[in-house]
């Protein structure tokens, strides 16, 4: 059975996490409209440079680099999103049991809000994955039937 010492130390170590849970989930969002605007530009050209310079692992290095960044959004902003909808419930459920409804509201809507804050930054990083995915493996393709073209 869990003592109310490790139960209350629990309880702080948790309430003491929503803040910057918060804080991280605002700065994955920034970083995935910020990838945004690389992609765009790696679509328009920044893949086609480096395809056109010839050296594949500098092209390799590069789309290796920038599918991880969308791939580390993918996968930490939904966790962050569940983090921070679970946080509040705690509170929030402990508030209804004492006829509290304003702030069981209250945490309701941090967790709904923090969820599909999460969400949307995953799913930002999980299509920009995908499209670097694809925009990568064509141009090192290209690269590759130019270099047999060239030798053949």
Partial sequence: MVTGLSQGLMHQITSLLLEPVIWA??????????????????????????????????????GKRRIERADFITRLAPMLGLMGTLIPLGPGLAALGEGELRILTTAMTVAFDTTVIGLFAGMIGFVLARLRRRWYDQALHQLAASGTKQHG
Avoid: Q
């Avoid at 994955?28 to 050296?55: M, P, Q, T």
């Fill in 25 to 62: 989930l605002l700065f994955f969002v920034a970083l995935a409209i910020y990838e945004v605007g690389i992609s765009i530009g790696e679509r328009w050209g920044g893949i086609r440079k480096l395809r056109d310079a010839g050296n594949r692992d500098a092209l390799v290095l590069a």
